[in-house]
């Protein structure tokens, strides 16, 4: 009999860290599933978002003050756009 992982797809994902927000256990779980330097690129994802969404810098302007290639920025750029306009306004309410 082979054994299974029991978690298998990114929704299961999700509601762990639901559950863990839930129980107040957040910052604990995700402190212990993300390296220092996984958790410095989220910190980058969220701001190269949040200044993507507000519009006012270009890439590479974005790029310098974030310390990071301007591929990335592009990654996340393309990212918002495969989303809907209801998905980009929900991601800016979320950040704002």
Same mark, same amino acid.
């Given at each position: 009999m082979s054994q299974q992982p029991e978690y298998t797809d990114w929704q299961q994902i999700v509601d762990l860290i639901k559950h863990s927000v839930d129980s107040e256990q957040h910052n604990m779980l995700l402190t212990m599933?993300?390296?220092a330097d996984e958790r410095e690129a989220l910190i980058a994802r969220v701001n190269i978002f949040n200044e993507l969404l507000? $519009?006012?810098l270009s890439q590479r302007?974005?790029?310098q003050m974030l310390g990071v290639g301007v591929?990335?920025?592009t990654r996340g750029s393309n990212e918002l756009k495969s989303r809907?306009?209801?998905?980009?306004q929900l991601l800016e309410k979320?950040? $704002?």
């Open positions: 599933l993300l390296t507000k $519009g006012e302007q974005i790029s591929a990335t920025i809907s306009d209801e998905e980009k979320l950040l $704002g």
